[in-house]
C-alpha cells in the first residue's frame, strides 16, 4: 500500500515562480524522503529530513515536515525549465524499507 | 562509481515467456531494492535484500516473480511465465545508509 501522498497531482508554473508540493502520510516514520525522475529516467535522491527535524535547506529546496499533522512540502524556489520532471516522497519507517507516494508532475513553462 | 546498472534497458517478450532482469548495485552498499513502476499504481517494492539476504518479499506480486541476490554485486529478478499484466518499468536500487540509488530502469513490455 502506498504510504505518503502527494498533492497536487500536477503543477505548472511559470519559470522563476515557486513550486510548493505537499505530502501526506498515515504511519509514524523515521525519515521522510523526495526524489524527482525526469521522464526514461531512474528516480534521484534530493532531501532527507529526519523525524525529529522540522526544516531542512539545499540549494533551492526547501522542505518542511509536521509529525503531528503527518506531513511534508518541499518547495522549489526561483523554478526553471530543467525543474520539470516528477516528484515523489518517501516515508523510511524502522525496517528500512522506503514506501512512495504516486508523484507530482510539475511543468515549468519558459 | 558507475551508478547502479541494470539490464537490459528495453525487453520486448511474448506472454509465458521467462524474463530475467538484472542488477549491478553501487560497491560498498549493503542494501538492495526491486521496484516496479506502472501508471495505474506507482513505484511499488517488490522485494529488498539486506547482505544478500532477503529481507521482505511481501511485495512479490505472485509465484511467478523470484528474486535472488548471489552475491554482493548482483542481483536478479525473474518472472516466469510472464504475462501482459507485468509490463512495466522494473527499478534496481542500492543504499548504504538513509538514500537510495536508482539505476535506470528495465521497461518490461509482454505481448
Known amino acids: 500500500s502506498q504510504q505518503g501522498e502527494e498533492d497536487p497531482q500536477a503543477l505548472s508554473i511559470q519559470e522563476g515562480e515557486n513550486a510548493t508540493m505537499n505530502c501526506s502520510y498515515k504511519t509514524s516514520i523515521n525519515n521522510l524522503q523526495w526524489y524527482r525522475q525526469n521522464s526514461g529516467r531512474g528516480l534521484v535522491h534530493l532531501i532527507l529530513?529526519?523525524?525529529?527535524?522540522r526544516e531542512k535547506h539545499s540549494g533551492r529546496l526547501r522542505v518542511t515536515l509536521d509529525t503531528s499533522k503527518k506531513s511534508s512540502s518541499l518547495l522549489i524556489t526561483a523554478s526553471r525549465a530543467a525543474d520539470t520532471a516528477s516528484y515523489f516522497c518517501?516515508?523510511?519507517?524502522?525496517?528500512?524499507?522506503?514506501?512512495f507516494g504516486k508523484g507530482i508532475t510539475l511543468s515549468v513553462r519558459p | 562509481d558507475a551508478g547502479v546498472i541494470q539490464s537490459p534497458r528495453h525487453e520486448v517478450t511474448e506472454m509465458g515467456q521467462e524474463v530475467t532482469l538484472r542488477c549491478k548495485p553501487i560497491?560498498?552498499?549493503?542494501?538492495l531494492f526491486w521496484y516496479r513502476q506502472t501508471m495505474m499504481r506507482g513505484l511499488e517494492l517488490l522485494i529488498y535484500?539486506?547482505?544478500?539476504?532477503?529481507?521482505?518479499d511481501s511485495g512479490m506480486p505472485e509465484d511467478r516473480f523470484s528474486a535472488k541476490m548471489p552475491n554482493a554485486s548482483f542481483s536478479t529478478l525473474k518472472i516466469q511465465p510472464s504475462e501482459p499484466r507485468d509490463s512495466a518499468v522494473y527499478f534496481c536500487a542500492s543504499r548504504d545508509t538513509g538514500e537510495l540509488f536508482f539505476g535506470e530502469g528495465s521497461r518490461l513490455t509482454v505481448l
Open positions: 529530513i529526519r523525524s525529529n527535524e
Open positions: 535484500f539486506n547482505n544478500n539476504v532477503p529481507i521482505d
Open positions: 560497491s560498498g552498499h549493503d542494501y
Open positions: 518517501a516515508t523510511g519507517g524502522a525496517n528500512s524499507k522506503l514506501t
